[in-house]
Every structure is written in structure tokens, then in C-alpha cells.
């Protein structure tokens, strides 16, 4: 109750208690002498009350409690308020109802209905306010008490309020609230929409009946604030939401999210995945395959939720790459999707530790959300291993020779040149080898046996030189071999392992050759086919003289 009326109410007449001291706050007449302990009391809630409370008189604010000072902005100065007009620190829109509200007040002690107004600060902000006026006595003649309460606190709330009624009045999801006896207290449009249920008709019901299943706030909340459930619409269909439950107040509020569409999606996905020829799996940013198809477990024998341990594919299996190499981890298509977050493809062998089975797949990484820097990674893939050894075997036949398995001509050139490209600080030694009796070795014994002999060369030449070396048949009965960091002595070296008496066919033969040899320095400009002709070339002329060649046949 505003003090003036408490007083009026009470038997005192406010016009003969109220009086002004020098400084400009509220003092007590005669009257009120006979009552000091009620006069400061009276003017302790005056100067200590947080509303606001002054005094206008014939239009001049004539008293400001310390509230509305502070109310003001005038930094507790009452010369920057007393003394000036009141209308200054209202809105222009507020004057017009506040001179109606005082104008109505027509008896000392009349209180005015609380009514809204716009207060402008000394600073020129503006507040919005409730004011209360009342017609009271200063010094003697007739004045207005006015009591200004700050609406900005309870504006923004009410705002808020409107807002986040217009929320869940228009969200599509369902928005629940139930007391703690767990009946329902407010059901939005859109739980109307999901349920089938009027508000009208649940509200006031137990929850569970609302839902057409068990459902308990607290339990939701105890496991996290989120599950996963099935409830039943009021035609009696399957209703899949997501359920999240938040305590308010004394009871609950619980959002229900209709995921019946995405979750009829998800099993129509995983059914069509499921049935892929074509192996997907999906790798959280941890490296665990958290979802696998039915392909992909019986292609890699793994499992769902089978750890990487931090490192890329560390799984029941090695990777190889198209020439057979380990890769290294971190040059995965998979590691190296996250990494650039761009979507990789390789052809990668597998060879599984279980049973040690190799085959091929070509692979395809890509990231399930470029915009999650957490994201997970999609890997699909097929077996191509048919198609890959299919391929390697035909690469193989167009490169090597069908009968020794050695390089063919186009090949050792390949690889000269490679050789010859690679920064080197020794010679490369190039033979060429010629066997000078083969073709009375086919003409007396057969083909069959000559290409015995040939097989037994190809394994001799071999076994004859370093590991590094390059021994191909570039035709007929003719060989090359490319010889890294060579000194120069390797032909010898093959004539001796050649001149020693082969076994084939239960005949005893030995072979002759003769070898051209060429060393090229790591300044030789010369070509690989300007080398292998330079080294045709000193075969040749290491060959017997016809009649030597005769003599050695006799023997």
C-alpha cells in the first residue's frame, strides 16, 4: 500500500503531516510531533524504498527520494531534478494520460490506478515505468506524490514469456509439460499434430496414457536427458521420436521430436546398403568402424566397433599398394581424406592375417560432413582381384617373355632407362648373350629340349648376378643383362656359370655364348637403345671365327 493511503487508512490526513525541510525531504507537522517514533519510521520508508517517489507541485518536481534520483541517472545530485518541470522526464506520449490520471484525483489522499508511462532519464534514456499518483499537501498547498516502479525487468520478461509462447505454440515438435504426479499440465499445437490428441482432451491425463506407452521424465533424465521411442499415435500406428526431458519447476517439460520419417528412411538405407555387393564402412575420427554392411565383414572380417587404436586401418589385415609394397598408414585413402578432407580412390591390396587370403580392392574414401571437422569417413569398396590379376597377367605377358618369365626387349629398355635416370655415382654394366651353339642344340635334341636349355640359362644368368640386376630375353637365344655399380668383370662371371655342363632331358650339354659387354659411366649421354646396340655390337665382335666355331661342334 502506497504510504500516503496507509496513513490515510490509518486515521492520519497526510495534508496535515507532510512538510518540507531546507533540504528538500519529507518532515512531519505539529501533529505528527506527538508520534516521533511513527514520523521516522514513516520517512525511513520514504528515503529508503526502492521505488521511486517524488513530489510535483504546480508542475515543478519539488522532492526526489534517493530511488528516484538513482532512477534519473542524476548521480544523487537533486539540483539536476528539483526544481524542473516534470514534464521533461516524460515521454510526450505519456503526458496526455498522466494530466487525465492526476486530473481524476480531486480529494487529498486520492490514489490514481497504476498505469504504464515512459520516464526520459537525465541522460535521455528511456525507462518504461508503472506510476502511482496521489494527491497530497506540500507546505501547506496542494501537491502530487507520484511512485514510479522500473518495468524494464518485467518487460524483458514478458517479452521473453511471448516469445517463447510463440515458440512452442509453433514448433514442430511435440512440447510437453506434466507435474510431478506426472499428468499432463500443456500440450502444444504440434503435439496435437503428432499425437492425434487435442489438448483439451489430455491435459490433466496421465502421461503414459497420453503416449500410449510407459513413459517417465525422471528415468529419461537419469539416462542422459535423451532416449530414443516408439509411441502410439490415437489411430494406434507405431510413432518412432526422440525424447528429450528437462526437470522444471516442482514437474517436467518433454520434447518430442517426430523421426517416424527419417527413422523409416534410415531402414530403408541400411536395407539397400545391406544388400550392396560393394562393402561400406563407416570410421568415426577416433578410427572405429562404427557401422559395417554385410559385404564389407565378409570382404575384411572385421566387425563394428573394432578398434584402430589411433592409426589408420591397424585392423586383422595388411595394405598393400599396386606393386605390392606395405603403405604406410598415413598414405591410407581414408587418412588421407581426413586430412584434406577431399574425397581419395586407389586400388589397394589386402591380405588378411586370419587366413593369410590376398585380393584387390579399389577403394573410395570420402567424408560423411565436410562441415565437422570431427567427421566421420565413408570407405566404399570392391573386390576387383579377378580384374586385377587379369590385368597384372596381362601387363605381365605384353612385358616379359612367355617362356623364361624374364623382361622382353620393350622392358629391359624400360628399365635401362630408368636405371640410366637415376642419380648414380658407379658404372651400369650392360651385357648382351648370345649362346653361339644353340641352334645345333634344337637341330639335334628338338625344341622341346632347347627351350629346356633356354629356362636353364635364364636361371643361371640369374643366380650368376647381384639381386639388383636387370636379366632379360630380348628374343631367340639372345639375353641382356643390366648390371648397377658394376666392375667390369660380369661377363666372365656368366661365361664361367654358363660353360658348366647342364642336365636336360637326361643329355648332358653345355652352352657357349658369347657376351658384348658395355660399361656406362654416370656421364654417358648415350640412350638405352644406343647401349644395347653398342653392346650387340661387341657381342658380335667377341664371336669365334666361323672355323673356330666349326672345331669347337667337332668337339
Known amino acids: 500500500m502506497h504510504p500516503a493511503s496507509r496513513d490515510r487508512h490509518q486515521g492520519h490526513d497526510p495534508r496535515q503531516q507532510e512538510a518540507s525541510s531546507a533540504d528538500g525531504s519529507l518532515v512531519f507537522g505539529e501533529e505528527t510531533a506527538a508520534w516521533p517514533d511513527l514520523a521516522d519510521r514513516y520517512r525511513m520508508l520514504i528515503e529508503h524504498t526502492p521505488d521511486a517517489i517524488c513530489v510535483h507541485q504546480f508542475g515543478r518536481i519539488v522532492y526526489m527520494n534517493p530511488a528516484g534520483l538513482r532512477y534519473l541517472e542524476a548521480d544523487g545530485d537533486p539540483n539536476r531534478v528539483i526544481g524542473h518541470v516534470i514534464t521533461e522526464f516524460i515521454h510526450a506520449d505519456s503526458i496526455a494520460p498522466m494530466l487525465s490520471r492526476i486530473a481524476d484525483l480531486d480529494c487529498q489522499g486520492a490514489v490514481s490506478e497504476p498505469s504504464e508511462a515512459t520516464v ?24 502530487f506524490q507520484v511512485i514510479l516502479r522500473d518495468l524494464t525487468e518485467h518487460k524483458a520478461a514478458q517479452e521473453a514469456l511471448l516469445g517463447q509462447a510463440a515458440l512452442i505454440n509453433h514448433v514442430s515438435d511435440a512440447i510437453v509439460s506434466v507435474c510431478r504426479d506426472g499428468l ?77 520419417a527419417i527413422r523409416r528412411a534410415e531402414e530403408h538405407f541400411t536395407a539397400v546398403v545391406e544388400s550392396l555387393d560393394e562393402g561400406v564402412v563407416v570410421l568415426d575420427h577416433t578410427g572405429h568402424i562404427t ?4 559385404a564389407a565383414k565378409s570382404i575384411l572380417d572385421v566387425h563394428a566397433g573394432l578398434s584402430t587404436r589411433g592409426r589408420a586401418w591397424t585392423l586383422p ?14 598414405n591410407h585413402p581414408v587418412v588421407s ?15 588378411r592375417r586370419r587366413d593369410n587370403r590376398r585380393f584387390w580392392l579399389s577403394l573410395t ?11 566421420s569417413v565413408v570407405a566404399a569398396f570392391s573386390d576387383i582381384t579377378s580384374q586385377h590379376l587379369e590385368g597384372k597377367a596381362l601387363v605381365h605377358a605384353a612385358t616379359h617373355d612367355h617362356l623364361t618369365g624374364l623382361p622382353n626387349r620393350t622392358c629391359v629398355l624400360e628399365r635401362l632407362d630408368d636405371e640410366l635416370a637415376r642419380p648414380r655415382s658407379g658404372p651400369v654394366t650392360v651385357l648382351f648373350i648370345d649362346l653361339d651353339n644353340f ?10 629340349v632347347g627351350d629346356a636349355v633356354l629356362e636353364s640359362v635364364a636361371d643361371r644368368l640369374t ?7 636387370i636379366v632379360g630375353r630380348i628374343g631367340g637365344d639372345e639375353f641382356v643383362a643390366v648390371i648397377p655399380n658394376g666392375n667390369g668383370t660380369e661377363a666372365d662371371e656368366v661365361r664361367i656359370e654358363l660353360s658348366v655342363p647342364m642336365t636336360v632331358s637326361d643329355r648332358t650339354l653345355r652352352v657357349a655364348a658369347s657376351i658384348g659387354q658395355v660399361i656406362v659411366s654416370p656421364r654417358d649421354t648415350r640412350s638405352a637403345q644406343d647401349i644395347l646396340n653398342d653392346a650387340d655390337l661387341e657381342m658380335y665382335q667377341s664371336k669365334p671365327p666361323p672355323k673356330q666355331l666349326s672345331a669347337q661342334r667337332q668337339r
Not at 120 to 143: K, M
Not at 463 to 469: H, Y
Open 120 to 143: 526520459i532519464t537525465v541522460t535521455g534514456a528511456h525507462i518504461p515505468a508503472e506510476a502511482v499518483s496521489v494527491r497530497t499537501t506540500w507546505s501547506g498547498q496542494s501537491a
Open 439 to 448: 641352334k645345333a642344340i634344337n637341330d639335334s635334341h628338338g625344341h622341346a
Open 317 to 330: 589385415f595388411r595394405v598393400f599398394d599396386t606393386d605390392e609394397h606395405p603403405v604406410d598408414p598415413d
Open 184 to 260: 499432463v499440465t500443456s500440450w502444444n499445437p504440434a503435439a496435437e499434430q503428432v499425437y492425434g490428441h487435442s489438448s483439451t482432451a489430455v491435459i490433466g491425463r496421465d502421461l503414459s496414457a497420453a503416449f500410449g506407452v510407459a513413459c517417465y521424465p525422471a528415468a529419461i533424465i537419469a539416462a542422459g536427458g535423451r532416449i530414443r521411442d516408439t509411441h502410439v499415435k490415437t489411430d494406434g500406428s507405431p510413432l518412432a521420436v526422440t525424447v528429450s526431458a528437462a526437470q522444471m519447476g516442482d514437474g517436467f517439460v518433454l520434447v518430442c521430436a517426430d523421426q517416424t
Open 365 to 375: 574414401a570420402t567424408l560423411l560432413d565436410p562441415d565437422d571437422e570431427n567427421s
Open 291 to 294: 557401422s559395417a554392411n554385410r
Open 337 to 351: 581424406t581426413r586430412r584434406t578432407g577431399l574425397p581419395s580412390t586407389a586400388v589397394i591390396g589386402i591380405e
Open 463 to 469: 643366380e650368376a648376378l647381384t639381386t639388383e640386376s
